[in-house]
């Protein structure tokens, strides 16, 4: 009696009750097609058009950001390019007026040389008629002096 049967089962009175069988379905499954050996058949969604119509405004969407960014790459492209031609002009100007300058700085350098050395070899010839007069007549040096 402590075995935790009831006492009738205790007894070895037992009883066959019949369990209720599962429900189908009222629909029987589709057979397979005859070409697949899948477990599961796919089934394509049914389109809902406002789902189509969601996923056509989205690509649209990113379509038009996409040519967006495409224009505003472009357009920076652009604006880089032209600055760096228009600074490559100004570089090149620059260049060419520090060329001249330089050039002009180099001539006045080499007058200024050619203008010294022809005062020091004009110099020393007058030193030296000067120290030659010095030593002849000295009515020379008085017609030189008036």
């Known amino acids: ?6 006492a009738a089962a205790a007894d070895g009175d ?11 379905l009222a629909l029987p499954p589709r057979p397979p097609a005859a070409g697949s050996n899948a477990l599961v058949e796919y ?5 809902n058009p ?6 056509y405004r ?18 920076k492209r652009q604006e880089l390019a032209e600055f760096n ?3 490559d002009e100004r570089v090149k100007a620059a260049e060419e ?9 180099q001539k006045k350098k080499q007058r200024k040389k050619v203008k010294k050395s022809k005062l020091n070899a004009g110099g020393e010839e007058h030193q030296t008629e000067a120290a030659s007069d010095d030593d002849g ?6 017609e030189a002096e008036v």
Not at 43 to 47: Q, Y
Not at 137 to 142: A, P
């Open 97 to 105: 007026r520090t060329a001249k300058n330089r050039l002009k700085r």
């Open 58 to 75: 989205q690509m649209r969407r990113k379509e038009q950001d996409r040519l967006a960014r495409m224009d505003a790459d472009y357009q």
């Open 1 to 6: 009696m402590l075995s935790g049967r009831p």
């Open 43 to 47: 089934t394509p969604p049914v389109p």
């Open 14 to 24: 037992m009883r066959l009750v019949a369990v209720p069988e599962k429900q189908t």
């Open 85 to 87: 031609k228009k600074r």
């Open 50 to 55: 406002e789902e189509e119509d969601l996923e």
């Open 137 to 142: 007549d000295s009515d020379n040096d008085e």
